[in-house]
């Protein structure tokens, strides 16, 4: 299983090459588009052995892989028509060695933590096989499975930032980062609360649709870590703003610092918690890897207001405890209870929040330009 992930994480950091140079090129079209061939590659193949029931722990895995290869593929063809023919295939070689070590100068910092969140559940995963056993990394990876559904939405975002923040801090425009930087925050902030307490409430009910019944303790195991996923979000939002202002370095030194804390916290908390004990190390991990992604952008940071964020607490609350009465006191099947939340905390989650987001996107084309 080890050798298969491995394959996986070398594809995913192929498709990277490619996904980076239509984000750098601001071509969000593509990028989006990759990832849309990559998520519906895997699920179409999955669907599949699903449905002909003979699907296990190793053949997802490998589906997960040729989801990948399928969208390298993809990505691989758009990079050499719209690219490499353009710009790379009649143009001379140039020595610039200056240039090559400011590139470099960049390049490691940015290689090293490109995967910040892949490397940090990937050595969790190896100790928990190293400590439970391979039945508990089985439920381990589903509970990464559900954890990534948020950022099938939110991780094309934070990629579309990089360049808006790049564009903005080559012209000094420090004013226009601070702006965006704290209704960026606002938005992120408020989408994590929400988006954390769904998952809190709704993680068994994924688990079971998506898994099987015998594998509800993956929704279990989510619950320990997504009350901290507001700062494992947040951290994403300061990725970009380092990497777009030319300060990669501080995302690879923050990295090395929470590692073996990260590290220390699994070891320790594993043989007490079992798998729900990583989970709890790695939630505990985003804090201290968030304070020091704030300190480092801390130039460029302005708050956002806390009222419209106590607000959403508030109304978020409300929408759990009122799908808790709905669902436990109606005779619903799994999948029924989460259309039922989904319903609920979409509601309330317009009603509170129309006027928030609605200039949301309109402020980012304003203050880019």
Known sequence: MLRIMSMFFLGSNILHICTALFSATQNTKLQ?????????????????????????LVLYAWIWILGVLIAILFAGFFAYQKYYIIYLKNIPTEKDVILRKDFIKYA?????????????SQIDAQLVTGILGNEAQGLYSN?????????IVIAPIMAFLFPVFTELHSRGNTEKILFLYKNLMLYFAIIAIWVSFFLFQTGKNWAE???GASYIESGIILQYSVPFLIFNILNQLNFQLLAGTGHAWSRTISFAIV??????????????????GSALAVGLSWIPLYLLTLYSS???????????????????????????????????????????????YGIFFIL???????????ILKTHRS
């Open 32 to 56: 989006k588009s990759t990832e849309f061939v990559r998520l519906a590659s895997t699920l179409a193949l999955m669907a599949g052995i699903f449905f002909l029931d003979i699907g296990n």
């Open 108 to 120: 490691i910092p940015t290689f090293l933590t490109a995967n910040i969140s892949l490397i940090l």
């Open 143 to 151: 509970y990464l499975s559900i954890m990534t559904l948020p950022f």
């Open 259 to 276: 590692l073996p804390i990260n590290i220390a916290l699994n070891i320790f908390l594993i043989p007490k918690l079992g798998v729900e």
């Open 209 to 211: 649709i998506l898994f």
């Open 298 to 344: 801390r130039k460029y940071i302005s708050l956002p207001p806390i009222w419209p964020i106590i607000l959403n607490i508030i109304a978020v609350v409300e929408a759990y405890f009122l799908g808790k009465i709905i669902t436990e006191n109606g005779n619903f099947s799994s999948g029924n209870s989460l259309l039922i939340m989904i319903g609920i």
């Open 352 to 362: 509170i929040n129309f006027s928030t987001f609605k200039n949301a996107l309109q």
